[in-house]
């Protein structure tokens, strides 16, 4: 696997923690810290300090796991240590975990004495093929995901396949959503070859082949102007099933699950309003439908996801705007959707 | 007076306000916001108002007036407001006030949907020659000032004259330690000119002159690697003289005020270090000394002003970094001064 080259910055794939201490060595930094939280402490964090544990200056800035870090009073926690340890505008902060860590680390480094070097080791399956890659931080506020972020891009990513080692199997699903959605909007060989694989454990190719779709087109519209919105095919939907989920469910749907959902019902609307055939519409249908647990909506919730999706800062007064598919592999972005739509797309999902 | 290009943006300073509302119009927005606090609410949000009664779709956000305010808290608040209203993407975030609102707005704005587009309108002198242009957003944390921000442009600056009619005269001093500033660093004849003027009320020439010099240094170094640094002169040990009355004094010091201290003690150590000579350094402190008010520092506070001085973003492993002059209206930047260095001067300033 070749080292991708994204916004000014590699993606590595091979010995990733050597390149790791390399990168580190010739940066010229004053000091690094590490953000992890306790599921990477305990499972990545020591083959890191295998290797960089000969190296002065670092320290380790640890939050919770999990999605309810991600608000602005454990983004204030990383900057006031940062304050705390003096790290000065040569710091440089490695995030060692998933989208959360990411997100949440990237946030806090982009704006700490306006924007200090960060890279991304991302640990999970979703955060290697999703999160990592593209140059967004944010963190959720009222409810509403990466409501406040920036677009800033990491000084270099690492991903290293002998971390997925580690990781429960719902968290593996939750990164093949990405995987799927990434066939489905853009090739649908790699589609076809995710279909017959083993996707309860990704090979590195299939991983690699993952972020190479997504890079290429984060690389040709980096702020979301026009094709990159196609990443957001299963967004619309997912987005608001997640939030809805998250605040409702004592024990939440993760990422992939809601976007699983949010495929199928956006596979619907492709199949209503592009074309998308019934044939095609099975076929997604069928291959989601045999990784990812059935999830209950009410109709009477439907109103709710409404207006979660009004609020999506994808969307723009108020109209809900999609990105669905022509065709397995193709995608079209800007289909403003009525809520009439949106419903039946959820109560054909309520069908299957 | 001519209408300046900065990076990629415009400052108006004729009819401001008739310019504002062409740009509102012709900007396609969804929506916009007035951020103000209760100060201009009174005095300046009634003048834009008749301009802009007429058109639909906008809001006011008002903030507490004060430097108290430019922290985390009100940030939320703005976001919450903005999330409260739905501002979408193509919302227009006006900061109608000074550098509290426009350093605080402009964080809010470049944060919020990983940004909003935002102009400033500045209502203080302090404002108008200074934060209003150069990029710099953000909020103070743990009595650091600025600590935690981005460098994102306004789209427009707008520079009302009118405006700076309601101030209270330590208000125009405030913001005319950065004019006698922007003289000493880059222009000999300007800092002449602001001798001999009446300066409880500068001339729209004076200020004009002001925002084009600083205009001029920003555009070569947007992000402060180089020659930005000029406009640092007086700030090293201003800055921390103002975090420092902030935090102990019951009617602290302003941004001015505290600047003209840093300026007489960085022109001291311009006259140890960089040759400055005594007849500048006399001059300096006269035309300073008649303006501000004495400052009594105890020499018991050196060690606690120096530590607020390491910690201010722009320094290094601790090193403490000072832009001198060379002679009025030429400056040096990146003079690393040493903690003995800064005390004598603080102690040369409490024998003025």
Redesign the interface.
Known sequence: MNTLNSIGYPIYFNDTLSELVKFIEKGNY?RFFVLTDENTAKHCLPALREKIDHLDNFDIIEINAGEESKN?DFC?GV??ML?DF?A???SLLINLGGGVISDLGG?AA??????IDFVNVPTTLLSQVDASVGG?T?ID??N?K??????TQPKAVFIEHAFLQTLPSRQILSGLAEMLKHGLIADMAYWNSLKNSELKNPSADLIYRSVEIKNKVVIEDPHEKGIRKSLNFGHTIGHAVETYSLVNDENPLTHGEAIAIGMICEARLSNIKLGLTNAELTEINDVIGNLYPKYVIAESCYKELYSIM??D??????KINCTLLTHIGQCRIDNICTEDELCESLRYYSTL
């Open positions: 004053s602005i204030v900057w006031k304050i003096s000065d505008r040569q946030f982009s704006t700490y004495k306006r924007g967004k944010g506020m009222d509403i990466n409501i406040i972020g920036t677009f009004q609020k800062k994808k969307n723009q007064s108020g």
